[in-house]
């Protein structure tokens, strides 16, 4: 026991007895207040950097994402381009948009139940419909009277 006693007091503890006079720990010494503002300092200068590093990753995956749907648009183009080019499908397109004809062909339009065709026949080529001046001018009267 007189070896562990001579340790203690070349290290410079005390006797942990109740009347050798224990020496008492502070719970936060000067070094670890100094450790915890160091590791404050540091979080705190790492935390925009890595915020930033962040939002330009997510930038780069939007970026990304356009460069793709881009380069689907110019790979729907380009076949685009190819059909136009050929002749046939401009015939077929022209007969089946704008109701062309070859010359010497009889081409005939073929008009529905729900189409305003067979209406306009019945009343003599008019309308059923107002034109849009008097329209335009019903509007005016109607906002013109009060309330």
């Not at 026991?1 to 719970?27: E, H, V």
């Not at 200068?45 to 689907?72: C, F, G, M, N, T």
């Not at 948009?97 to 306009?120: A, M, S, T, W």
Request: charge should be positive; hydrophobic fraction near 30%; include cysteine.
């Amino acid at each position: 026991m007189a070896k562990d006693d001579d340790r203690k007091a070349a290290r410079g503890d005390k006797d942990p007895s109740p009347g050798g006079g224990t020496r008492k720990n502070p719970a936060l010494t000067s070094r670890a207040a100094i450790l915890a503002i160091v590791m404050c300092a540091i979080a705190l200068s790492l935390a925009y950097p890595v915020r930033e590093y962040v939002a330009q990753r997510q930038e780069i995956a939007d970026l990304e994402h356009k460069e793709r749907v881009a380069q689907k648009q110019v790979e729907e183009l380009a076949q685009r381009k190819q059909r136009l080019g050929d002749k046939s499908y401009i015939e077929r397109e022209a007969k089946r948009r704008l109701h062309y004809c070859n010359p010497g062909e009889k081409c005939f339009i073929v008009l529905d139940g729900g189409g305003g065709g067979g209406q306009q026949a019945q009343q003599g080529g008019r309308s059923s419909r107002p034109p849009w001046y008097e329209s335009l001018w019903r509007s005016v009267e109607a906002a013109d009277r009060p309330r």
